[in-house]
T-cell receptor
Framework: AQSVTQLGSHVSVSEGALVLLRCNYS??????LFWYVQYPNQGLQLLLK??????LVKGINGFEAEFKKSETSFHLTKPSAHMSDAAEYFC???????????FGQGTRLTINP | KAGVTQTPRYLIKTRGQQVTLSCSPI?????VSWYQQTPGQGLQFLFE???????NKGNFPGRFSGRQFSNSRSEMNVSTLELGDSALYLC????????????FGPGTRLTVL
């Protein structure tokens, strides 16, 4: 079965510090992988996606993620956190030919001034 | 180009009632998916419609149903509401079923009292 695991339901970093949000997926074939961000009372906004091209993917707002097949991981990073990055982040997988996204449980990111 | 719109944004119903939520996809998008988001279960896939046909269905009871119109607008209906149906219902659209990127609307917040 398809599954996505996000390690850490809450992550807190200081403004200017590195942001690292972890995501692991279960699959025997390479999937499509996504990171979405959700601000309070809003829908999901796509940050970036991996679709079997470059393994290092750059997204919006300075975020990037690296697909590591050997580790079945797709961790999200940002070199320097900004207060506006405070939100909930979801990793999701869509297996080729599948018609639905399978989401992780989400990680709430808090930025400390 | 306008994004995905959902109406209403907020709804309050009582147990036993039924509710209909509406979603208008991005112009030209023919696929519409629905997701339920709750604090306990996270984001879960409800169903997807393409060309007025349900293509895939998640693991929800028959009280949850949907339909899609010829202009790609979609509605979902929940009958005999239960307290546990309180959630944020998100709609997402994409061009077609082979496209992997889904665009989400702001959601409808349903509260069942």
């Amino acid at each position: 079965a398809q599954s996505v695991t996000q390690l850490g339901s809450h992550v807190s970093v200081s403004e200017g510090a590195l942001v690292l949000l972890r995501c692991n997926y279960s699959s025997s074939v390479p999937p499509y992988l996504f990171w979405y961000v959700q601000y309070p009372n809003q829908g999901l906004q796509l940050l970036l996606k991996y679709t079997s091209a470059a393994t290092l993917v750059k997204g919006i707002n300075g975020f990037e993620a690296e697909f590591k097949k050997s580790e079945t991981s797709f961790h999200l990073t940002k070199p320097s956190a900004h207060m506006s990055d405070a939100a909930e982040y979801f990793c999701a997988v869509n297996y080729q030919g599948a018609q639905k996204l399978v989401f992780g449980q989400g990680t709430r990111l808090t930025i400390n001034p | 180009k306008a994004g995905v719109t959902q109406t209403p944004r907020y709804l309050i119903k009582t147990r036993g009632q039924q509710v209909t939520l509406s979603c208008s996809p991005i112009s030209g998008h023919r696929s519409v998916s629905w997701y339920q988001q709750t604090p306990g279960q996270g984001l879960q896939f409800l169903f997807e419609y393409f060309s007025e046909t349900q293509r895939n269905k998640g693991n929800f009871p028959g009280r949850f149903s949907g339909r899609q119109f010829s202009n790609s607008r979609s509605e979902m209906n929940v009958s005999t509401l239960e307290l546990g149906d309180s959630a944020l219902y998100l709609c997402a659209s994409r061009l077609g079923t082979s496209d992997n990127e889904q665009f989400f609307g702001p959601g409808t917040r349903l509260t069942v009292l």
